[in-house]
């Protein structure tokens, strides 16, 4: 998964890329959304960055974005706070404070909440 900003029409956008270089449509449709209301550059980017680290998780683990259930959401939640080190160690620190998760769960949340409005999908966060 790569992270690109690109020119189109005079604008900047950031788009998502998947092992193969093709665009991540589910997200890219969220960010071209967020770009349309004339979100900032450093917003998409920081929602792009979040939407990567999620895809990243969801293909590490085989699932698939509109089949989440809250009990995966639990093991992504988990996933944030656990180091990206190879190591295993007891007590070990996550590199990422808990305000980084919430802006991250956060991206997570608005972006299904555009999913569930869009393609009548479940949104797993919603409680």
Known sequence: ?????????GREMVILLDDEMRIVKPVYDYLNFQRQRDKALN?????????KIYWDFLNDSGYEYD????????????YLRVSSDDEIALYKESKRTNKSINRILSTIHMFYQFEADMQEIDNPLQG
Do not use: S
């Not at 917003?43 to 939407?51: E, H, I, P, S, V």
């Not at 089949?67 to 988990?78: H, Q, R």
């Open 1 to 9: 998964m790569e992270l690109h900003v690109l020119k189109k029409n």
């Open 67 to 78: 089949k989440v259930t809250p009990n995966m959401i639990a093991e992504f939640i988990e």
């Open 43 to 51: 917003t998409l980017k920081a929602n792009g960055t979040d939407l």
